[in-house]
């Protein structure tokens, strides 16, 4: 059964929004000087930006694919609309062509 109403992306940012809180928190917490706090502090975010630019470049790469992809299914349907159209028109002009020459007879 699938889940509506969540995306994986939804959730992927849940995910990394939740964890950037519960890090921030847990180095505001933790007992060391105010130096030392800020120099984790620089790091963790650091991190995460390092991180995010990663997921950003990823999920961008991922959705060009998918358009590239969706692009081309859809050249190739609709070459083959296209022919099947002709091939109908054909069949039409045929068929009328038969009987046309059916009431002449």
């Known amino acids: 059964m699938k889940d ?8 992927l ?15 505001l917490l933790a007992p060391q000087s105010g130096e030392e706090t800020r120099k984790k502090i620089k790091e ?3 991190d ?7 997921y950003v470049d990823e999920a961008r790469h ?13 050249e190739e349907k609709k070459s083959l609309v296209k022919s099947a159209i002709d091939a109908g028109k054909e069949a039409y002009e045929k068929e009328k ?5 059916g ?3």
């Open 103 to 105: 009431h002449n007879a």
């Open 48 to 54: 995460v930006k390092d991180k995010t630019t990663g």
């Open 44 to 46: 963790f975010a650091d």
């Open 13 to 27: 940012l849940s995910f990394l929004l939740g964890g950037i809180v519960g890090a921030g928190l847990a180095l």
């Open 62 to 74: 991922k959705v060009t694919d998918f358009v590239d992809e969706g692009k081309g299914y859809y």
């Open 4 to 11: 509506e109403g969540f995306s994986s992306g939804s959730m």
């Open 97 to 101: 062509e038969k009987l046309s020459k």
